[in-house]
């Protein structure tokens, strides 16, 4: 695929899924907006690695939770190239605890992360994307799986699957594709951070491919929406998980 005049912007791509996203679309032949809200370093690292591979991109800083710095990242995403043609909306966080003790700032921050900052930045790519332009949400397969503790993440995912599908309807006239990817469990710091090698090891073989997702998975299913022939798809979520639920 040659996308040549085309641009992304990925929120969270400083690490994890998200990096591995934005080089994809890159060798997909997109411009990249590698959005983090911390770790400069890294960010410039996926630049870099881009730059390294014959592509373009740029970092751009923002706290996605907050409005103003969604809006002046879409801003100077748009002077920097000439405009946005696709916005994943990859940034979140995973706090887990059970429902009855789960603390009242943790609650508030992953809300204001994986739901607030995925409506603005839905809402503000709604705003500026150009015409056929893509929205990607991420969403999780976890949602299916009423796992304990996992509460109020599967709260904030089930809300973008809600956000994406009434979304898709509100593009209708411009051409704007709005879909959600929801990963399994996918091997990342995001995952593997506080389990135990056993626990890691039964939700590997939960799905009947009896393994993790790696990035690149995730990344293939983004580009295929991203590109011209995941251009009839609209309004959906896309379970990326190996056959688990």
Do not use: H
Request: glycine fraction near 12%; hydrophobic fraction near 45%; charge should be neutral.
């Amino acid at each position: 695929m040659s996308e040549t005049n085309k641009v992304a912007l990925v929120t969270g791509s400083s690490r994890g899924i998200g990096a591995v996203i934005a080089q994809r679309l890159a060798g997909d032949g997109f411009k990249v907006v590698v959005n983090y809200a911390r770790g400069a370093e890294a960010a410039q690292e996926v630049v870099d690695r881009i730059a390294a591979a014959g592509g373009e991109a740029i970092t751009a800083q923002a706290d996605i939770s907050d409005p103003a710095a969604v809006a002046a990242m879409f801003d100077t995403a748009e002077r920097s190239f000439g405009g946005i043609d696709v916005a994943v909306n990859n940034a979140g966080i995973m706090r887990l605890a059970p429902i009855v003790e789960f603390a009242d700032d943790t609650f508030d921050q992953t809300v204001a992360i994986n739901l607030k900052g995925t409506f603005n930045v839905a809402r503000q790519a709604g705003r500026q994307l150009r015409e056929g332009g893509r929205i990607i949400n991420l969403s999780s397969s976890v949602i299916g799986m009423r796992l304990p503790s996992y509460g109020v993440y599967i709260a904030t995912k089930a809300a973008v699957e809600g956000l994406t599908q009434v979304l898709a309807q509100e593009m209708r006239g411009r051409g704007i594709r709005v879909n959600a990817v929801a990963p399994g469990p996918t091997a990342t710091d995001l995952f593997l951070e506080g389990k135990s090698p056993e626990l890691i090891d039964r939700m590997a073989k939960m799905n009947p491919l009896e393994r993790l997702g790696q990035p690149e998975d995730i990344a293939r299913v983004v580009s295929f929406l991203a590109g011209p022939e995941g251009a009839w798809v609209n309004g959906q979520t896309l379970r990326a998980n190996g056959g688990m639920c």
